[in-house]
């Protein structure tokens, strides 16, 4: 078994991948009479594929034990899909390259508390995966015909760890 260990979501390490979703960068700017503060347009949302469209959700997510033993990703043709935290605890994302005959080797990282992330259509991901309990999202992605959604088994599992102190 391939152990992986995460590393922090940051936007650099993670633009490979997706879009990171948090308060964080520089486009923002006050609205609503300066009453509030807008962090704008923080993921590409795609929708493609006949009758396409985007859907909100909300999904509660069940911890997994760790070493996480990841032996399936999925990913998804036709849309994106943003994971949004609904509580400040941090979560797992796991994300693959394409290889030659599928996923690559998994990459894995550790949100920051708040911190959400946005698959790109096509990108091959983990499972959600919340971290010591259940957690809330919203999430963001494609409604509409067709299979948008391809899974893949690993031959042989991958070990995920997280970071020493962060569970």
């Known amino acids: 078994m391939t152990r992986t260990v995460a590393r922090p979501l940051t936007r650099e390490n993670f633009a490979e991948f997706g879009d990171v979703i948090d308060m964080g960068g520089d486009n923002h700017y006050p609205i609503n009479g300066g009453k509030a503060e807008r962090y704008h347009d923080l993921a590409t949302v795609e929708a493609q594929g006949p009758n396409g469209r985007v859907l909100i959700s909300m999904v509660r997510g069940t911890p997994c034990d760790f070493p996480l033993k990841l032996t399936m990703v999925e990913r998804h043709p036709f ?5 949004i935290p609904l509580s400040p605890r941090p979560f797992l994302v796991v994300v693959c390259h394409d290889g030659d005959d599928g996923p690559g080797e998994p990459h894995a990282f550790l949100t920051a508390p708040g911190q959400g992330v946005n698959y790109p ?3 091959w991901h983990g499972v959600l995966t919340p971290i010591g309990e259940a957690q809330d999202f919203l999430v963001v992605d494609r409604g509409g015909d067709g299979a948008n959604l391809e899974e893949c088994h690993f031959s042989q599992a991958y070990e995920i760890h997280l970071p020493d102190g962060s569970q």
Do not use: E, L, M, P
Request: glycine share 12%; proline share 0%.
């Open 121 to 123: 259509r096509n990108r």
């Open 79 to 83: 849309g994106s899909q943003a994971f």
